[in-house]
């Protein structure tokens, strides 16, 4: 069973691009999050999705930072334009979101891919 | 809001030299302490997870322990592939998010 699957692995680009990375999820699973990681914040939440709609984006840097889910099985995150601090690795991962007690939580088991590896110069 | 502070922040341990790594948290309400561990150029894989204070979980070498202010990965007698990054993160009740630390490097030398 194939994992979560990212696209490109690596991307080099100059300021001021726009920058586009995919992210296809595990199938069967609802729920998809966006993670950037660097060595100074670590691992950090951009934003989440349930059921391909946007649940909490709070962790969206600025403006400049759009992510969509047009359907279960695909989700991209858009940088427009980019900057020499947008430089990070930025993982996509999925995961099942249970039901319990009328609250939904997720099992917290994620299912991470192998990240896209963003440098802008 | 969430924190989590893992330490130390890098351990370069001998083969067979056992030691432990600290993951304190605070959370309104914890759900879940899991552990993930980070190969160099990977994405995080799912190690444990731990519910409530005094819980336990094994797999091989590893061994994680919880209490109310934080958790304990301990690794008997590692080998040279236990070296990764260890990750730990905390989800809230009624949330369906997870906040990470900043992880352990552990090298583990022959």
């Known amino acids: 069973d194939a994992g979560v699957i990212q696209s490109p692995r690596h991307e080099v680009t100059e300021m001021g691009q726009e920058v586009t990375l995919r992210c296809k999820p595990i199938?069967?699973?609802?729920?998809l999050f966006w993670y950037r990681q660097t060595m100074m914040r670590g691992l950090e939440l951009l934003i989440y999705?349930?059921?391909?709609?946007?649940?909490?984006d709070s962790g969206m840097p600025e403006d400049r930072f759009s992510a969509k889910m047009p359907n279960a099985s695909f989700s991209t995150l858009k940088i427009q334009p980019s900057e020499p601090r947008d430089s990070a690795v930025y993982f996509c991962a999925s995961s099942l979101l249970l039901r319990t007690g009328g609250l939904s939580e997720g099992t917290g088991e994620l299912f991470f891919g192998e990240g896209s590896r963003l440098t802008v110069l | 809001e969430d924190q989590v502070t893992q330490s130390p922040e890098a351990l370069r341990l001998q083969e067979g030299e056992s030691s432990s790594l600290n993951c304190s948290y605070t959370?309104?309400?914890?759900?879940?302490l899991f552990w993930y561990r980070q190969d160099p150029g990977k994405g995080p894989e799912f190690l444990f997870t731990l519910y409530s204070a005094g819980e336990e979980k094994e797999k091989e070498r590893l061994k994680a322990t919880l209490t109310k202010k934080e958790s304990f990965l301990h690794i008997t007698a590692p080998k040279p592939e236990d070296s990764a990054t260890y990750l730990c993160?905390?989800?809230?009740?009624?949330?369906?998010?997870?906040?990470f630390g900043k992880g352990t490097m552990l090298l583990v030398s022959p």
């Open positions: 959370v309104s309400g914890l759900r879940g």
């Open positions: 993160a905390v989800q809230a009740r009624g949330y369906s998010t997870l906040t």
């Open positions: 199938s069967g699973h609802n729920s």
């Open positions: 999705f349930n059921n391909n709609v946007p649940i909490d």
